[in-house]
Structure formats: C-alpha cells, structure tokens
C-alpha cells in the first residue's frame, strides 16, 4: 500500500447552514415578538371621546403604561401592584436608565410620558392618586388614554 492511502483525513463538519438557520430564527422572533402590548390591559373599558389622538411622544420613546381598574388598582402584566412603590421604583430605574446622558438627581423632572389607561368608571378621585404619585416622582408629562366616537 502507498504511504498516500494510509494518512487519516480528518472530516469537520460544516456549521454554515445550522449558523444561518439559527441567526434567522432569533431575527424573526426579535422582530415579531411585541413587549409593548403585552403591557396592555385588554379588560379596560377605556372612555370615549370625539376627539382621541395617539400619544406623541415628540421623540422620546420612553413610556410608562400604568393600567387603573375602577376600584383604582394599578394592573401591570395582569399583576396587581401597589402604587407608590411601584411608580417610585420606575421612577428611579428611569434615573438609572439615563443617567449617562443627563445628571438627573431626585425631585427633577424624569424624560419620560406616563400614559394612563384607566377604565371609565374609575372615579377621578382615584384616578387623581395615580397622578399625584407620579409627580411626586418626578413625571411630569401624562396622556390619558380613550377610545375614538365610532
């Protein structure tokens, strides 16, 4: 036999087509996968009124979604949460957030939009709460959200 035959070839698999096929999966599920609507409460019987825009955020695209029941519970993901606690911790995951771009200490006015969606029969008293929660936070931007007169 002739030295040719007798060395081992070694055989590598080729990942290419696997890599390929994975890299399009994690793209198709990032962009189909929306974080957005799932913070939405879906049971909220928003108010209707003749005149409802969509919510200009004038370039920023932060936004704080706070659900309000009638009784005036905050729902976030389908999880009753306490209010104050909730909102000063998102307050302060805000600071943290933009902390590198502004010098944002307790008390300033946070970038950011509270978008409230309360149902409509929650009782401005209770709606009122929510609010006054938010600015001792520092929001100081709010959209309240309604239905478009069919």
């Not at 994975?22 to 957005?36: A, H, W, Y």
């Not at 969606?117 to 309604?146: H, S, W």
Request: hydrophobic share 45%.
């Amino acid at each position: 036999m002739s030295a040719s035959l007798m060395q081992k070839t070694k055989a590598e698999p080729n990942l290419t087509p696997i890599l390929d096929m994975v890299f399009q999966l994690i793209t198709f599920f990032m962009l189909v996968i929306n974080f957005k609507s799932a913070s939405l409460d879906l049971s909220l019987r928003l108010p209707i009124v003749g005149s409802a825009r969509p919510v200009d955020t004038k370039g920023m695209e932060d936004l704080l979604i706070l659900n309000i029941t009638q009784e005036g519970k905050l729902i976030v993901y389908g999880i009753p949460k306490d209010i104050d606690s909730y909102i000063a911790g998102e307050a302060q995951a805000t600071r943290w957030a933009f902390r590198p771009k502004l010098d944002l200490q307790p008390g300033d006015e946070l970038p950011s939009m509270v978008v409230i969606r309360a149902d409509e029969a929650t009782p401005f008293k209770l709606l009122n709460r929510v609010i006054k929660a938010c600015q001792d936070n520092g929001y100081r931007r709010f959209a309240l959200m309604a239905i478009n007169k069919r």
